[in-house]
């Protein structure tokens, strides 16, 4: 169910200053940004509509225009159709370690789950063959889920797995981690390789991920390896870029 609109308090704008040097603009969105980081815009929290806001604080609905889009930009605020302007449900930062996305979110607090949409045994396409080793016409696990947290959707993750994980039921997929099955099944993820990019959104993506027309998402593709050197998951996967984000150590050799 959605929230009922917020009606933005006016002394929240009380220290803009009109004839000052600082567009009115970033004035209001560094206003509105100090009440979502205080918690008093909690997430999921929708904003009265623009030309609304703009009339009671007696600024032009360019300005709030300008001040909403930089919050977007930041990732503190999302646009979408048919709901408006929310507050993002908090950003999850990853760091780039060998762990699924499921144990990330368990560990940061949020409540993990998955939509599976794909789940099939299909015959390993030709990269897939070549990055498994399996061999021309062999059989491999294709899966695509959403991933949610706190029932939130912010990444699509498309696997191919060796067909001995083709028994994983939809009900594991969807309520545990891949990697923690993988393992129960024998599996020793040692080390990945992967490549992070960014790309505009497809049209499903956009449906699948409740995105606007247009928007860009962050893209994954990782190939792990076991402790024999030999690849036990290939992954394509694509992320919400306000709702989540990467945390890299880089080290002087």
């Given at each position: 169910?959605l929230?009922?609109?917020?009606?933005?308090?006016?002394d929240?704008?009380?220290?803009?200053?009109?004839?000052?040097?600082?567009?009115?603009?970033?004035?209001?969105?560094?206003?509105?940004?100090?009440?979502?980081?205080?918690?008093?815009?909690?997430?999921?929290a929708?904003?009265?509509?623009?030309?609304?806001?703009?009339r009671?604080?007696?600024?032009?609905?360019?300005t709030?225009?300008?001040?909403?889009?930089?919050?977007?930009?930041?990732?503190?605020?999302?646009?979408?159709?048919?709901?408006?302007?929310?507050?993002?449900?908090?950003?999850?930062?990853?760091?780039?370690?060998?762990?699924?996305?499921?144990?990330?979110?368990?560990?940061?607090?949020?409540?993990?789950?998955?939509?599976?949409?794909?789940?099939?045994?299909?015959?390993?396409?030709?990269?897939?063959?070549?990055?498994?080793?399996?061999?021309p016409?062999?059989?491999?696990?294709?899966?695509?889920?959403?991933?949610?947290?706190?029932?939130?959707?912010?990444?699509?993750?498309?696997?191919?797995?060796?067909?001995?994980?083709?028994?994983?039921?939809?009900?594991q997929?969807?309520?545990?981690?891949?990697?923690?099955l993988?393992?129960?099944?024998?599996?020793?993820?040692?080390?990945?390789?992967?490549?992070?990019?960014?790309?505009?959104?497809?049209?499903?993506?956009?449906?699948?991920?409740?995105?606007?027309?247009?928007?860009?998402?962050?893209?994954?593709?990782?190939?792990?390896?076991d402790?024999?050197?030999?690849?036990?998951?290939?992954?394509?996967?694509?992320?919400?870029?306000?709702?989540?984000?990467?945390?890299?150590?880089?080290?002087?050799?």
């Amino acid at each position: 169910m959605l929230q009922d609109h917020i009606v933005l308090p006016e002394d929240l704008f009380v220290d803009v200053d009109r004839a000052g040097p600082v567009p009115l603009y970033f004035q209001v969105s560094s206003c509105i940004e100090q009440a979502i980081l205080t918690g008093h815009l909690p997430a999921g929290a929708r904003l009265e509509n623009e030309m609304v806001l703009g009339r009671r604080l007696g600024l032009s609905r360019p300005t709030i225009r300008h001040a909403i889009q930089e919050l977007v930009d930041k990732g503190l605020l999302v646009k979408s159709r048919g709901i408006g302007t929310q507050v993002v449900h908090g950003q999850l930062t990853r760091d780039v370690a060998l762990s699924s996305l499921f144990e990330d979110l368990s560990r940061i607090g949020k409540r993990p789950s998955s939509s599976v949409l794909t789940q099939e045994l299909v015959t390993a396409p030709p990269h897939v063959a070549e990055a498994l080793d399996t061999g021309p016409g062999a059989k491999v696990l294709h899966l695509r889920r959403i991933r949610l947290a706190d029932g939130v959707p912010f990444a699509i993750l498309e696997n191919y797995l060796p067909e001995r994980f083709a028994a994983l039921s939809r009900g594991q997929l969807e309520q545990g981690s891949l990697y923690r099955l993988m393992r129960a099944r024998g599996a020793t993820m040692r080390v990945a390789k992967q490549n992070i990019g960014a790309r505009t959104a497809e049209p499903d993506e956009e449906r699948l991920l409740e995105m606007p027309p247009g928007a860009p998402v962050l893209t994954v593709n990782r190939r792990v390896y076991d402790s024999l050197g030999k690849a036990v998951e290939i992954g394509r996967h694509c992320y919400r870029p306000d709702l989540y984000s990467f945390d890299i150590t880089l080290v002087d050799k």
